[in-house]
């Protein structure tokens, strides 16, 4: 797989956008591509578009320890335009409306998704599944997938790396 800048462009400020113009191609150059999200992030740490850039950015590079402070500030910042508490496991079914797949429903269900992915792949399968669980639960028709997903790592744990590549 490989990282697309592109579908999150739309999104950011001329000005984040134009100190992003070296990540473009960022496998190329790993360290000059995190240098440059960092500084972005730190110039635009509210950016949601960058955040979720950022996570992807380190997810496809398995390096889940870093992505996951950004998966974690996309969830608050969705549970924040939701309306709802920040606090994962006290959200239900009722404190939002989840029928619907909009930005911030979206952005919170595949943020907790996310969270669980990463949080197996290090190795905690329960609090993984616990998240994946949450997000199927306000999911109940798995548009996201995470039941699946929690359901795999409940059988057999998490893939490894070359084994969810195609």
């Not at 911030?104 to 993984?128: H, W």
């Amino acid at each position: 797989m490989t990282f697309d800048m592109d579908a999150f462009k739309t999104e950011m400020p001329a000005e984040i956008l134009a100190l992003l113009g070296d990540a473009e191609n960022p496998y190329s150059n790993f360290e000059q591509s995190e240098a440059v999200l960092r500084a972005a992030v730190e110039k635009a740490p509210d950016n949601l578009a960058l955040r979720i850039a950022t996570y992807t950015f380190y997810f496809y590079a398995n390096r889940m320890h870093e992505a996951i402070p950004h998966a974690e500030v996309c969830l608050r910042m969705a549970a924040r335009a939701l309306g709802i508490t920040e606090d994962w496991r006290q959200v239900g079914p009722d404190s939002a409306d989840f029928s619907g797949l909009e930005q911030s429903q979206r952005v919170y269900l595949k943020s907790l998704m996310a969270l669980g992915f990463c949080q197996a792949r290090i190795g905690d399968l329960a609090e993984g599944e616990a998240l994946l669980r949450k997000a199927a639960s306000l999911d109940p028709q798995d548009r996201i997938g995470a039941a699946a997903l929690a359901d795999l790592i409940a059988r057999s744990g998490v893939p490894d790396k070359d084994e969810d590549e195609d």
